[in-house]
């Protein structure tokens, strides 16, 4: 494989294999599919004239790839040494999650996922379906499964903080240069009453209106005050929809006293930095907000930085 591509395994046991390279034992073989472009599926709806577009939505990623595994000194045993600590990397079918992990230029990025089906072992090569024993060297094939198809660089983080007073405002540089939608998470602390952003970025999917169409200008410039964070209460924050929104570090029920608000909208792809602003309340100097962005793309490596 080309010096500039190296393709790492990051067993559920904490393992680390160097697909790459072949004096660890184990080698991705030629052909994996559904490593590179994330899985989607559009929506239409058929008209008298032809078909309109709804929408699209990305769908569960289920690569499927093999290695070889074998010992480059010739020796059985430790063969059999490679062949059992591989397999235990994978885990248990459904259960264990392992990661593979990327290097390019691009830097490095990861994909989680678990195993989908029982790998298949000693069965795609044509000397297989012999002693293993014999040959001290095999294949694996795995069909795996990842429930967020995409792959995932270190997030950004940004930090604001009162530096006096018990009221204050600042700016923090929120972006998104990779191509996939992102939501970002945040700690802050209390006791405080944090307004964050929530801009639509131009877009008009996710608000909640009864004009809907209006909403990515309407919302162009949107602020949320979250409920008023007492003492002890420092919270965690994520804006994705399919996460607890609010939770305090002391178990207070924060998110009940929010009367069923929320944030509406992710980090468009292809945002380059923009400053957004961050406001607090009632709070005390050094009352802070640390955000975390996720960086997500649709392949191993390209697709902007």
């Keep these: 494989m080309s010096e500039y591509l190296k393709f ?28 590179f472009d994330a899985p989607a599926r559009t929506f239409w709806l058929d008209t008298s004239t032809g078909s309109h577009y709804q929408g699209m939505q990305f769908t569960r990623r289920d690569p499927v790839f093999s290695v070889q595994i074998h010992d480059p000194d010739g020796d059985p045993y430790m063969w059999a040494d490679t062949d059992s600590r591989f397999r235990m990397a994978l885990g248990m079918v459904g259960e264990d999650t392992f990661m593979l992990e990327a290097h390019t230029s691009y830097g490095i990025r990861r994909i989680r996922m678990r195993l989908l089906a029982e790998p298949k072992a000693y069965e795609s090569a044509p000397y297989e379906g012999k002693d293993p024993w014999m040959t001290h060297d095999s294949t694996l094939a795995i069909m795996a499964a990842c429930e967020k198809p995409f792959w995932e660089a270190d997030p950004v ?40 952003p929530d801009k639509s970025w131009g877009q008009k999917i996710y608000a909640k209106s009864t004009y809907p169409f209006n909403r990515a200008v309407d919302d162009a410039d949107r ?8 003492a002890g209460e420092d919270t965690d924050i994520d804006t994705d929809p399919d996460e607890p929104t609010l939770i305090a570090h002391n178990g207070a029920p924060v998110q009940a006293r929010w009367a069923s608000n929320g944030f509406y909208y992710p980090i468009k792809p292809f945002t380059k930095p923009v400053q957004v602003p961050v406001q607090v309340e009632d709070a005390y100097p050094g009352a802070a907000i640390q955000f975390w962005i996720p960086r ?6 390209g697709v902007m930085v």
């Design 296 to 301: 997500h793309y649709s392949r191993p490596w």
């Design 157 to 196: 983080e940004l930090s604001w903080e009162l530096e006096a007073g018990t009221a204050g405002s600042g700016t923090v540089p929120f972006e998104n240069r990779g191509d996939i939608p992102v939501f970002w998470k945040a700690t802050a602390t209390a006791p405080a009453h944090w307004r964050l």
């Design 8 to 35: 790492y395994l990051i067993g559920q046991d904490g393992s680390r294999w160097n697909l790459t390279d072949e004096t660890e034992g184990v080698l991705l073989r030629p052909g994996p599919s559904m490593l």
């Design 223 to 230: 602020m949320v005050w979250l409920p008023e964070l007492l």
